[in-house]
Structure formats: structure tokens, C-alpha cells
């Protein structure tokens, strides 16, 4: 099975600029693994940002911006704001099955 | 707006069987092709499990692949979970969710494996 690997912490000054990534043991992130990308808060459920590497829900905030960057799929957060310190996630789907990074702890601080 | 919602026991014995439901509200089940559901251990982090089309098609986690069978019931507007031969590395968070774009999430259910 595929591993998929996150950084596992980073942070962030408030109204900084921070990108997390996502890579695949099998090789370079492509747009046919439609990477996700999920935010989680303690106590709730995950919370979809990105979807299909660069689609926003409509909740998702403006500063939230997914795209594939050096082999890997990629979060940005551009204007970091308190309410963003939480745990992030990506999924990334493969011939018949998805799986799920380690997340990343962001801190804003 | 749809919801989905989990049910089912919240103790299962170790080498039994977990068995959860997921309840969806506001839509037909097959108005969304695929469905998953995921899991969470205490303090760590998410895992796949695996997903289901309302037709009936399934994909499963390799590593979990001999356990798991999801299922549909479109009479019933769910999809369910079974887990078998639980030990206490099943414990977990269990969510259900809808593939495709991961929009909706269950709340959760927590899933306890203790004798």
C-alpha cells in the first residue's frame, strides 16, 4: 500500500504565509490522484478545504489555495489567521483505494 | 441540505464484529455515487477504510480488506460497516462521508473494543 507522507508540524505567524505538502511513496503527486485536503479542529469531524487539488467548497476560506508543486500536492495559507491552528490532512486516491497523509499540526504563533 | 448520520454499537468485544450504520437525510443515497467511511484512533490520525457506489461496487483499504464489508440499502436510504475479528487497535472514531468531493461528514461515532 502507498504511503503518503506530511510534514508533521509547522508553524505560522499570524498573517504569515505557510505551504504544507503531501507526497506519495509511489512517485510524483498527479492531478488523477485527485488530492483532498482536510481540516481538523479537536472534538469535530474533518472538514473539506480542497478537493480534486485546487477546488474550494464554498466555505472554504479565500486564503486557502491547493495546487501541485515539486512532485507533491500542496496547501497554502496566505494571511494566516488564529482561527486556522488546527490539524491538516490530504487524501490521495490510487487505482482502487485512498489514503490518508499523517496530517500536520499547524501552529499559529 | 444532506446529513449523514452514524448509529450503532458503541462496545464491541475483541474478535467480534463492529457493525455501524450510516443514516442519509435530505438526499437520496443514489444522488451521490460514492460513500466511504473513515476512521480515527484516539490521538491519531485519519484512516481510509473504504468506499461504496449505491449500486453496490466497492473498494476497500488493502490492509483492512480481509475485515471490511460495506454494504447499501437503498430502501432504507444507508450504508453500513462491518469490522470483524476487532481487536483493540479498532477502536476508533468511525465516520461516514461522501466520496467524490468529501463534502458531508457524519458526526462521528465512537467505537470502544473491550471484553
Known amino acids: 500500500q502507498a504511503v503518503v507522507t506530511q510534514e508533521p508540524s509547522l508553524t505560522v505567524s499570524p498573517g504569515g504565509t505557510v505551504t504544507l505538502t503531501c507526497g506519495s511513496s509511489?512517485?510524483?503527486?498527479?492531478?488523477?490522484?485527485?488530492p483532498y485536503w482536510f481540516q481538523q479542529k479537536p472534538g469535530q469531524a474533518p472538514r473539506t478545504l480542497i478537493y480534486?487539488?485546487?477546488n474550494k467548497h464554498s466555505w472554504t476560506p479565500a486564503r486557502f489555495s491547493g495546487s501541485l508543486l515539486g512532485g507533491k500536492a500542496a496547501l497554502t495559507l496566505s494571511g494566516a489567521q488564529p482561527e486556522d491552528e488546527a490539524e491538516y490532512y490530504c487524501l490521495l486516491s490510487y487505482s482502487d483505494a485512498r489514503v490518508f497523509g499523517g496530517g500536520t499540526k499547524l501552529t499559529v504563533l | 441540505q444532506v446529513q449523514l448520520q452514524e448509529s450503532g454499537p458503541g462496545l464491541v468485544k475483541p474478535s467480534g464484529t463492529l457493525s455501524l450504520t450510516c443514516g442519509v437525510s435530505?438526499?437520496?443515497?443514489?444522488?451521490?455515487?460514492?460513500w466511504s467511511w473513515v476512521r480515527q484512533p484516539p490521538g491519531k490520525g485519519l484512516e481510509w477504510i473504504g468506499e461504496?457506489?449505491?449500486?453496490?461496487?466497492?473498494n476497500y483499504n488493502p490492509s483492512l480488506k480481509s475485515r471490511v464489508t460495506i454494504s447499501v440499502d437503498k430502501s432504507k436510504n444507508q450504508f453500513s460497516l462491518k469490522l470483524s475479528s476487532v481487536t483493540a487497535a479498532d477502536a476508533a472514531i468511525y465516520y461516514c462521508?461522501?466520496?467524490?468531493?468529501?463534502?458531508?461528514w457524519g458526526q462521528g461515532t465512537m467505537v470502544t473494543v473491550s471484553s
Open positions: 461504496i457506489y449505491h449500486s453496490g461496487s466497492t
Open positions: 462521508a461522501s466520496s467524490g468531493t468529501f463534502n458531508i
Open positions: 480534486d487539488t485546487s
Open positions: 435530505g438526499a437520496s443515497i443514489i444522488s451521490i455515487n460514492w
Open positions: 509511489t512517485g510524483a503527486v498527479t492531478s488523477g490522484q485527485y
